[in-house]
């Protein structure tokens, strides 16, 4: 049987749809991990930008005076009352440890029982004084715990 040039035609349309066929496939392939990869992005962006938002709030009642003063004097009421424990459960449990530790007193606790390396100073300030520097040394702590996981955050 001879081939004429309706079969080699016919050949090269094949061969030419089967290339672009995988070229296809291939393109399908990549456009997959494209897609998987953007929405992990996507949703690593959102767990972050929810959690930052969560973090804001917690600043927000550590610049209140009037919340401070309830966080600072009255933890445990203010946890709940503030909604403290709410927004600390949807934070990573690793996060925040002075925070989750103040949630444990009903009153202002010492600092060298919240936060101890911060605690190594006091002794230097007069004893009159030491009880309103403690007040101010555990709001920077709390602040500066939220300070540091936005920067995890952002950077």
Known sequence: MERDWFDWT???FNILATAAGLFGLFLAIRAYKIGVNAYQVAKNQGRNSFETQRL????AL???????DELLFEP???????????????LPKAELPIWRELGRFSELPAVQEIAPQYAKD??????????????????NCLRKEIYDAIRVRVE
Do not use: C, K, Q
């Open 10 to 12: 016919s050949l090269i």
């Open 76 to 90: 445990n009421m203010a946890f709940g009352r503030l909604g403290v424990r709410a927004r600390l459960a949807m």
């Open 56 to 59: 804001r709030e917690l600043l």
């Open 62 to 68: 550590t610049l209140d005076d009037e919340a401070r």
């Open 122 to 139: 006091l002794w230097e300030i007069p004893v009159h004084r030491r009880r309103d520097y403690e007040e101010s040394l555990i709001a």
